[in-house]
């Protein structure tokens, strides 16, 4: 095993999870835990099962891992009994992990104030807890709690706690700086001393942010001989949050000569796993984050760009490739005019760059994306857009009119039930039709009206689903008022998906501009004529 | 003059102006100077005189200084020219400043690529730039750009670049990490270098946070002997931003030993001055900001909280108060029941731990969550639930029906038009009422009606308004048949605010759930009977 492979641990649906306004549902984490395993993340941890319903279901149905390992978190049994007898530890043995991590005290402190627990007890805890775990599983970790908050205070017996964890069999000891307050010369400081009491290649770090140090920690540790990472995506996490994994990635593979579990192939989707995890939140991506952040290679006017045309490496610290990401060069109409024809060729759109119909075109986009429409979520609508200004999309069908009704009431059994019913009226080739259909929204009602009007024309459109759909209020000052985006994900039988936008004052509105480009790129890219 | 005093140098108004959509007006400018003169920020650089038309007028009415100085910022004079001659250098030595900021190439590439100019003539300018603007302001420093980069390929010329602009008399020779890509450990490294050429005391660092480094990088810096930091007020900047001073002040002071012309009086308004620049710039705060984030000191787990009840510093590395701000107690699928606890005593409810109450309060939460439900964010709705279970709080209002319409269709005029409009079946102490109204979007149109039939009753919902409305879809594999959780915060005429949440398969019907809570915790926190 070479001295330079550096071993990521996520724990952004554990630690993540504890984020203010954070809320995972099963469905989300097993999202989230495929897209890790994708990209060779060492260690997934699921959760806490035995602590809440949606780690229950959660563990209950576990994602299969294609190269990582799954990981149940809990902690060390109680004072005072077995770790056998331990309820709590038993739950978290049984969950049906690859691997458990198992959080336990540390710090003298703690031991006394926070759990009133002798403190010889404890490290039996922690050494009978650890012993347990690899008995049951075949791998456990210990997370040595408040482990430099409590070195600071009383070395010894911070040691003694982690040389417990590994010499009762833990295949990592991880130092964690819960409270987020220590600096980064003092984790260099105190991680020297540690890797003469426990190998390198047996320690992991666990930082928080509560400084803006989490990654300059993390990377401190490593220096010191550390070789296991705990983070999340995105830095998600309780507070000020856990260390980023997105920004640490690059920089121990591209600057640090470090190997990971991600390859190189693999780092070129690290905007794209960013994103994922903004999109299952539904959070606006953080524009200046570092490497995937939409504005970490953008430049503005003047010195900057023209230097930078002339060699990136004047204003770029890496390859912006290298991540998934790209160079953005702001503000220039040139700039915006090139811009515009590298999409047209990425869609496969060939114009002639000097057609006054370009020039229209983006001045239509312009405008649209004044007014709120996002293309860069929705390249289905971008495309549609661009075709329709350069006349290839046929008009499939017209609306004349929709109206939507929501009735929230008692019915006849006292039960308060609220139904959707959407009236639609629409012109085909044969002349108008009128259809009625209900939902258990507004949204899926209209859907539901509009596909009795199109299927027996259409029927291409039969296999077509609505994958996900998403909704942000873009001027919130004008709160019910506002401007509402609707993104629209869809898919078909042969895995095909796309996404389409809609921007309206009203919500349905919005919603029916997305629904229908859909159904119209569906047609398009099924060669329909209308 | 201690060797423990650190300078502190705010580019917000120069290098956080060149943030992608960040539009500074002269206005703008005068009242962050201001703010940033009142907070014993010894630096404060208000733009570049001549380049732009905004810091010309900026300049023409300089803000006067308290304690700070004001520095105006410009460019080595061009190659070939004299100092005197130079009309761009012309501009920045005239403007009126207290001191000169003077930026100059140090790495011989860039030299070579960007600017196509002689290295010897390159120390020259620096050199006949710094005496000139010291001459002329009385006080000069030189912000060596790319010095790392430099450094590492060419130390001997970039230590040559630096020396020159120290013995022309430069207060300060500023070593700027500018494409943000270098590590703590190369900083420190080669700052140990630097000091055996300029004094620390006559040494500045200026970091950009490409690899999420730029406070460690900064921090670094100044344990290796700097004594001077430039940076910007929640780490502003291009790209990525720079080093963020609010992150930075609190740590050289609470945790490093040193004392910067920030008191720890002032210290106690980095809170109010973090969100200043947020309100200027029209941005919602950072919730996860190091220490003056809305979560910097909020509790989600269960296990922690118990804790930091019985001693703050469990989960605390700072008494919040130090930088003005406090700690908040959060409610979740994640808490335990010592977070409840905490958050009754919190809104001042008084209830008694082992009432049977509180344990159906807990377990109705923890359902609600699962369901979708999510009280993180809405602490109004967790409030009324909470007195509703305890049976404080009055029904206003009974809703027995409500219907919207939303209709889109061509109006007379051709036009495409979309309409909503809302009834609403209302019961209170009088008797059944009924009222319709219309808004643009079936939220806006419900709120109208049901404010119509309220208001005249209650004129304590007279001053209620909507701030922001959010939503989210959250088991998107069933799109538009999925749930939706839809967060409301509302606002009233005294400035308080408060959030609510709602889920349904409906989003009207969600929007209205939310809305009801909005309206009787408004009624409710008023005192008013039903």
Known sequence: MSDKRVY???????????TQGVDFSAIDKAAIARELDSIGIDYVEGGWPGANPTDDAFFADRPKMGRGKFCAFGMTRRAGRSAENDPGLQAVVGAGADVVTLVGKTWDFQCAVALGVDLDENVRMIGDSIAHAKGRVGEAMFDAEHFFDGYKENPEYALKCVRAAYEAGARWVVLCDTNGGTLPHEVTAIVSEVVKHVPGSHLGIHCHNDTENAVANSLAAVLAGVRQI????NGLGERCGNANLISL?????????????VSPNDLTRLVQVSRLLDERLNRAPLRNAAYVGEA?????????????????KCYEHIRPELVGNHRRILVSDQAGRSNFLARFREIGLDVDPTDPKVARLIDEVKTREFGGYAYDGAEASFELLARMVLGDVPDYYRLSSFRVIDERRWNAQGALITLSEATVKVTLNDGPHMAVAEGNGPVNALDAALRKVLVPVYPQLADLRLVDYKVRILTP???TAAVTRVLIESGDSKGNT???????TNVIDASYNALRDSITYKLYRAGVEA
């Open 8 to 18: 990521l641990y996520d724990s952004t649906l554990r630690d993540g999870a504890q």
């Open 230 to 233: 705990q983070g999340t995506l």
């Open 249 to 261: 990635i690059p920089t121990l593979m591209l600057k640090m000569g470090f190997e990971t579990g």
């Open 296 to 312: 970490a290679f953008a430049h503005k006017g003047g010195l900057h760009v023209s230097a930078v045309e002339k060699d990136p």
């Open 477 to 479: 000052e004008a709160a």
């Open 498 to 504: 796309w996404t389409t936008v809609g921007v309206s």
